[in-house]
């Protein structure tokens, strides 16, 4: 089944503890993104990587990090969490960056 | 830059009752328009898309939607819901000059509740 998976599904972390969510892809995409959800704010973009070794800053990359090595894989890296960065996260992927956007389920992360 | 306005943070709706959800727009040059879905505990879905030629466009599940340039509007619409149509839906604008994902501006959502 063609989908995009995300892990973990929740996370529960306190702050300063470098974490890594998960994403991969078994759609061969060339694009791949990362989104925040937070409520009355819709998503906003993180990084997004246009193919392997090419990432780029989003609208919000500020505490983050990702790093784009294989075509299939874009973990998004969390140095040093802040409270702040408590929201429901989603990795998105697509063929190319013009094709619609293939969605995981989402990560919920609470940082204490 | 683009913006992206969905006026309606939420919508309640009689099951087999029609439903609007309203999006306008801003933007300096031509743009593409899409609608995605949120349904719950999910990711998001593409619902539909407009890039050019007929104004009305048809999308998964009945929905439709119309792109009115003069009102700068992307108005989702559906004659006739359901219990499985509560999700939350996702305006959403790209450049079409420019037009690639990173690029993409979503609204902040209309979260639509079908009342049994």
């Known amino acids: 089944e063609a989908q995009v998976t995300q892990n973990p599904r929740y996370l529960i972390t306190v702050t300063g503890k470098k974490l890594t969510v998960t994403c991969s892809q078994n759609?061969?995409?060339?694009?791949m993104s990362w989104y925040r959800q937070d409520p009355g704010l819709g998503l906003r973009q993180i990084y997004y990587?246009?193919?392997?070794?090419?990432?780029d800053k989003g609208d919000v990359p500020e505490g983050y990090k990702v790093s784009r090595k294989e075509k299939r894989n874009f973990p998004l890296i969390l140095e040093s969490p802040s409270p702040n960065q408590t929201s429901l996260y989603f990795c998105?992927?697509?063929?190319?960056?013009?094709?619609?956007?293939?969605f995981g389920n989402g990560t919920r992360l609470t940082v204490t | 830059a683009q913006s992206v306005t969905q006026l309606d943070s939420q919508v309640p709706v009689f099951e087999e009752a029609p439903v609007e959800l309203r999006c306008n727009y801003s933007?300096?040059?031509?743009?593409?328009l899409f609608w995605y879905v949120q349904y719950p505990n999910q990711g998001l879905q593409l619902l539909l898309k407009?890039?050019?030629?007929?104004?009305l466009v048809k999308g998964i599940n009945g929905f439709e939607a119309e792109f009115n340039k003069s009102q700068t509007s992307f108005h989702l619409r559906k004659p006739s819901v359901h219990i499985s149509d509560t999700a939350e839906y996702f305006c959403?604008?790209?450049?079409?000059?420019?037009?690639?994902?990173?690029?993409?501006?979503f609204g902040t959502g209309t979260r639509l509740t079908i009342i049994p």
């Open positions: 998105a992927s697509s063929p190319s960056g013009s094709s619609p956007l293939h």
């Open positions: 759609m061969n995409h060339e694009y």
């Open positions: 990587s246009m193919n392997v070794e090419v990432t």
């Open positions: 933007s300096s040059v031509s743009v593409y």
């Open positions: 407009y890039l050019s030629g007929s104004t």
């Open positions: 959403a604008v790209s450049d079409s000059a420019n037009f690639g994902n990173e690029k993409l501006t």
